[in-house]
């Protein structure tokens, strides 16, 4: 089954997306982004409110999350690591690669996935932009 991965990101005028494994700003001014980000990946499309979201993530931005907040609420945690050989504690799922995330949802966990979202870090943004078809059209 094909699925739309929608990505999100917050960058820096310069680019930077990160500082020394967190995230480069003061975490009390991004209130209204957390907001933003737990709406836009938590909300499922109508209909799918049985199912829950995936988010899909580096092993850094894994960590990065403060503890008490992993696994992200509400939603399939994947990691993504060539490294780990299970999964870090909290979290649903580890894969070895994006399409092995990907043809996880084509199993049993993708009955119960709506929306995939990938959350960073910067390889999996570089992964998916290389691989993009900009003529690709949704199904
Ligand atoms: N501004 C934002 O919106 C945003 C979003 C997310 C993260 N961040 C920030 O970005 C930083 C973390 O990002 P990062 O780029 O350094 O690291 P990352 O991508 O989160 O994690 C890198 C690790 O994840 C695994 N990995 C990543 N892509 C993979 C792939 N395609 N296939 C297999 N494994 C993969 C590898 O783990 P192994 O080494 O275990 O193999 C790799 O070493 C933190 O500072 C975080 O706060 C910012």
């Known amino acids: 089954m094909s699925r739309v991965l929608n990505c999100i990101v917050a960058v820096c005028p310069d680019g930077g997306i990160g500082y020394k494994g967190d995230l480069p700003w003061h975490p009390t001014r991004l209130n209204n982004e957390f907001k933003h ?8 499309t109508p209909g799918a409110e049985d199912k829950q979201n995936v988010v899909i993530m580096g092993r850094k931005t894994w960590n990065s999350i403060p503890e008490k907040n992993r696994p992200l609420n509400d939603r399939i945690n994947i990691v993504l690591s060539r490294q780990l050989e299970a999964p870090p504690s909290g979290a649903h799922h580890l894969a070895r690669d994006l399409p092995s995330a990907l043809r996880l949802l084509d199993g049993p966990e993708g009955l119960l996935a709506d929306q995939v979202w990938l959350i960073g870090g910067s390889s999996m943004y570089s992964e998916v932009v290389r691989h993009a078809d900009p ?3 949704p199904e």
Do not use: E, S, Y
């Not at 980000?37 to 499922?44: D, G, I, P, Y």
């Open 37 to 44: 980000f737990r709406r836009l990946t938590v909300t499922r």
């Open 135 to 137: 003529k690709a059209v």
